[in-house]
């Protein structure tokens, strides 16, 4: 059975916009660590180095994701997401 690629959840497109967001997450988090640590700003740089941790898990699946939806479609020699209609369309 060919695997399917729902729109907004498991395509090319979902995962690298996911992927997107999730970095600049880790980002966002490591940047107040170094606020904190500078004194620029207040608040648990233990609790945002856990939040670090998670979204590097995060980022890391969704490259395997990725690549197992790249390797799919290199292995089939074709990509096929279905089609998604959006609400406001006639």
Known sequence: MEKKYIPN???FSALI???V???IKLVNFE???KDISDGRAEGDAGEYA????VQKEIIDLL???????MGDVLKKG????L????TFEK
């Not at 490259?63 to 939806?69: F, G, H, R, V, W």
């Open 31 to 33: 940047n107040r660590i």
């Open 50 to 53: 856990e939040r670090c941790e």
């Open 63 to 69: 490259k395997e994701e990725i690549t197992a939806l």
């Open 9 to 11: 959840l498991n395509t």
């Open 21 to 23: 967001i999730e970095n």
């Open 83 to 86: 089609p998604e209609k959006r």
């Open 17 to 19: 916009d996911r992927l």
């Open 78 to 81: 074709k990509y096929e997401p």
